[in-house]
């Protein structure tokens, strides 16, 4: 049984480790405590006892696998995926054709005899398919890729705008004011709290007519106020605002600016009504193309930015001229069945070597903004710069011009009286969808942010690392805490000019691997903010200096980048500085940019220090089972940042590490396996459960006693557990061998590479995240279509109702909903009057205890 200490293993617990075992698991339990805080144990030192003691010979290692593999065949083989067993569908990750194809709805095919709604939910697969059609056939009439571009834009097509449908199809419209008014009549509450007055950020459509037809006093002063928030002295401002006028269906409210602060519900649809009607399109599309089931490629494709090309695909001809080509080429088929079908299952293939290590120089850390500036302004006067150096250009331009730079990114700010409202914080305001922290949705979405990141940045041969929290999880097992969601990664200062030149403003879209894999539709907007000139903390306005951001729910990296400045550096460095730069001289000549460029210590905003020495040279590795970069000495890194914190008792606050697993697990749900199993033993041995019996407080120590046996008992208790071991075993293997290696200061190399070409390949382990949705609310392309003609022709039957004190009515259906399925593919009709965010938003249950390693934490013990 598992509380058989073994003599030795005893001996060594109490002797060795118990500092850091019992006060590091034991301790985070109880926060604050007086010995924990005495002894300065962190997370790293704890790692490292794991890897000396814990970790055993591959063979063992692999008959244990092979238990579990059995074990799990005799239970789940065959089984089908159900709701029940939802889980297993985790493990699903391979190609499946079916899911790859759409049939293209007969209004587009077949215009002339069904009529085009103007309306249809955004499917990446409808997109994505009519857009590589239209490239590849572009592609083989001419030879340059530069003579190419993306002919139409709309945001509605690459991110899922329907919420507004149910606005857009209403009779009965509301306005700017009544429908997002959540202003109070005192000013300054208002503006300490960033809620701004619907006039500052929403324009009616009446508002808009006035504007492109001025009559009166009245009219001109109302757009003399907007013309302050927008440039109506701009032609292509006023383009865009006869374009919202000429839309076949309109909400009567738009959303053209930062809203502020607002509810969760109304921030999702101020999000969804920007992009819809103000949100400018990316410059370029780079596609990442899946290539050789290791590596991909990317093509870059420039977008058409004219107002007048600003086009739902269902509005152009795309569809029909793929029908066109498809019926020539499928005659036999058509005569089976008329559907055209579209497949985005499309392949290009590249070769492309990667390297082990890459050196960094001081001068990557050397801000370049003004040489740059000057430079570009140079050649626009001989040549016509393309739109991304122009708007390089001019944003270098902005920020030599500003001392004091105002906050460039915008969050998705929750009224204070919201459950969770703080964590709106973490979504960029444009693509917020809803808040999705701790459940099911979250690991696909931060997955497919790391992975199209790494391969972004491994395509382009930018010098990135992951860095700070990131860092540490990687450091442990080489995938992702389960509770620290966010992504870090830092850059030189010479690379984020790179990314900000070539890449600001672009769209991302992340194809996957191709072969087997499962097709992915990724998509991410790359956002520079503009005052990249400014390298210190300043105001404190702007620490990130970029984001890579998800288009479907507004989950971001963090993309800092590091600089020689003129910041003090922390005294840990002191000692480490010559005498005639000793910060003891008070020599007033000797300035901290003397001392750093010594040191070659470079720092990002927030005033976080990297050493040269510390991260030369980057090095390949595994993070996520994704090839990326790390820095050479990462341990000396951690320990910088995280060895002072101690062990950071919060966040490892109900969460235990089981080393044989090499993962973690909630330790709730621990405790209470351990619960049940005592309960059996004292069953076993005739004693009587006592009712009243309380759940004791484990201290999380039997874990190191485990047999193979309490392992397996535990992952077949906790089938999720079970299936999230069985995705990250080889990775997390992999990755208990490199550190090692590292660690004893030995080369990865050839763990990783056969000249110059990755070896170690590992498959996704997380769906893409619109496949996922599609699957958990058992959505279908088809029958979305026929869904939403039928809504097209009721609201023109009998119109929807939208009014606003329904938003409170929805409130209240909102809290009732909680316990509610799943149903976001039959929205309107359903429930009229109930936009379908109500199924996106209950999601996060406000549950903050939940996560995806504890399913159903309010079960019962049985
Ligand atoms: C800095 O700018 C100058 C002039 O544009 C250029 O020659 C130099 O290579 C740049 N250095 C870096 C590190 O980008
Ligand atoms: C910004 O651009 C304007 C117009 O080209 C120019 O006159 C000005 O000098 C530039 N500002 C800086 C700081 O270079
Ligand atoms: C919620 O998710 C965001 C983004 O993943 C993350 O940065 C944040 O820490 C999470 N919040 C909590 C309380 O876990
Ligand atoms: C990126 O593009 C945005 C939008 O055009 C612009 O405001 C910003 O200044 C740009 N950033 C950089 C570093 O060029
Ligand atoms: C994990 O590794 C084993 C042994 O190398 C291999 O057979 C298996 O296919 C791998 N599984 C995954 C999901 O990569």
């Known amino acids: 049984m598992m509380f058989r200490k073994s003599r030795c293993l005893y001996l060594l617990i ?41 970790y055993e010979k591959p063979n063992s290692l692999l008959k244990f696998n092979q238990k579990i593999d059995k074990k799990f065949e005799s239970i789940y083989g065959g089984v089908e995926v159900n709701d029940e067993n939802r889980f297993l569908y985790l493990l699903e990750l391979f190609n499946n054709q079916h899911s790859n194809e759409i049939i293209i709805p007969e209004y587009l095919t077949d215009p002339d005899t069904y009529e085009n709604p103007h309306l249809q939910d955004f499917d990446p697969r409808f997109t994505l398919g009519l857009i590589f059609d239209y490239l590849s056939t572009s592609l083989r009439r001419v030879s340059n890729l530069d003579d190419v571009s993306i002919p139409y834009f709309h945001w509605s097509d690459w991110s899922d705008l329907s919420v507004l449908d149910e606005y857009l199809l209403s ?26 007055k619907p006039e500052d950020f929403c324009l009616n459509d009446e508002d808009i007519e006035l504007i492109l037809n001025p009559k009166d006093q009245e009219t001109k002063e109302k757009r003399a106020l907007v013309d302050q928030l ?63 089931n290791s590596r991909s490629i990317d093509l870059r494709v420039q977008v058409n930015q004219k107002i007048e090309n600003k086009k739902k695909l269902i509005d152009t001809d795309l569809a029909q001229n793929y029908a066109k080509r ?87 700010k929750i009224l204070k009286k919201e459950l969770n409202w703080a964590l709106g914080g973490h979504y960029d305001w444009r693509f917020f969808s809803g808040i999705i922290n701790y459940t099911e949705k979250q690991p696909p979405v931060l997955f497919g942010l790391i992975r199209a990141w ?97 288009v479907d729910t507004g989950l971001y990296i963090d993309i800092t980048g590091l600089a020689l400045t003129d910041t003090k550096t922390p005294t840990r460095f002191n000692h480490e500085l010559p005498s005639h730069l000793d910060r003891n001289l008070l020599d007033e000549t000797i300035s901290d940019y003397n001392r750093n460029e010594w040191l070659e210590a470079y720092n990002c905003r927030n005033n976080h220090f990297v050493r040269l020495s510390e991260v030369n040279p980057l090095k390949l590795s595994i993070i996520e089972g994704q090839p990326g970069y790390i820095p050479n000495n990462f341990a000396q890194l951690l320990h910088n940042e995280y060895g002072k914190k101690g062990l950071m008792a919060k966040k490892f606050k109900g969460f235990t590490f089981l080393p044989k697993l090499r993962m973690w697990l909630v330790s709730r749900n621990l405790n209470k396996f351990l619960h049940n199993q005592e309960q059996k033993q004292k069953l076993e041995r005739g004693e009587v459960k006592r009712d009243d019996e309380e ?67 590992f498959p996704t382990i997380r769906h893409d995240y619109f496949t996922y949705c599609a699957r958990r609310e058992n959505y279908k392309f088809e029958r979305m279509v026929e869904d939403k003609l039928k809504q097209v022709k009721l609201s023109k039957e009998a119109p929807l109702e939208t ?8 409130d209240q259906q909102d809290q ?23 199924e996106q938003t209950q999601e996060a249950t406000d549950d903050i205890s939940r996560t995806r390693v504890d399913p159903q934490p309010n079960q019962p013990d049985t």
């Open 803 to 810: 009014k606003q004190d329904e938003q409170d009515e929805q």
């Open 695 to 761: 759940e004791e407080d484990y201290d999380n120590i039997p874990v190191k006693h485990f047999k193979d046996e309490d392992y397996i008992d535990l992952l077949f208790d906790q089938p999720e557990l079970l299936v999230e071991y069985i995705l990250t075993r080889n990775i997390t293997e992999f990755h208990e061998h490199e550190i090692k290696q590292l660690l004893n200061g030995k080369d990865t190399k050839s763990m990783l590479l056969h000249d110059d070409h990755l070896k170690t390949y």
């Open 230 to 292: 927008i440039d109506l002295k701009d032609e292509e401002t006023l383009k865009a605002l006869r374009k919202i006028k000429d839309e076949p269906y309109s909400t009567n409210w738009h959303i053209f600016k930062y809203p502020g602060r607002s509810k969760k519900k109304l921030k999702i649809i101020q999000s969804k009504s920007y992009l819809n009607d103000f949100m400018p399109p990316p410059l370029a599309i780079n596609f990442l193309l899946p290539f050789d």
């Open 14 to 54: 109490m002797i060795v480790i118990f500092h850091f075992i019992v006060i590091t698991l034991i301790g985070y339990n109880e926060p604050g405590s007086s010995l924990q805080s005495k002894l300065q144990v962190n997370l790293f030192d704890v790692k490292n006892y794991f890897s000396n003691t814990i």
């Open 326 to 412: 498809y019926r020539r080429a499928n005659k036999e088929l058509l005569d089976v069945s008329k559907d055209i079908i579209l497949n985005i299952r499309d392949q290009t293939s590249y070769l492309q070597s990667t390297s082990y290590s890459k050196f960094l120089e001081p001068q990557d850390f050397i801000d370049n903004s003004t040489s740059i500036h000057n430079q570009l302004q140079l050649e626009n006067t001989k040549k016509i710069l393309s739109d991304s150096d122009l708007n390089y250009m001019n944003s270098l331009n902005v920020s030599l011009g500003t001392g004091s730079p105002s906050k460039y990114f915008d969050e998705a």
């Open 816 to 838: 009732q909903n909680k316990q509610g399925q799943d149903q976001r593919s039959k929205p309107i009709q359903k429930a009229p009057g109930h936009p379908p965010i109500l």
């Open 454 to 550: 790494l391969t972004f940045t491994n395509t382009y041969g930018l010098n990135t690392w992951i860095a700070h929290g990131s860092l540490l999880s990687w450091y442990w097992n080489g995938i992702s805490f389960p509770w620290d969601n966010d992504i870090d990664v830092q850059m030189p200062i010479a690379d984020l000019h790179k990314l900000s030149r070539y890449h600001n403003q672009s769209l991302i879209v992340d194809l996957g691997q191709g072969g087997d894999e499962e097709s992915r539709f990724g998509r991410y907007f790359l956002d520079c903010g503009t005052f990249i000139l400014s390298r210190v903390k300043g105001n404190g306005n702007n620490n990130i200096d970029a984001r890579f951001i998800d």
């Open 171 to 196: 009779n009965d419209k509301s306005d700017c004011v009544s429908f997002f008014d959540v202003s109070t009549n005192n000013r300054l509450r208002n503006k300490k709290l960033e809620i701004l």
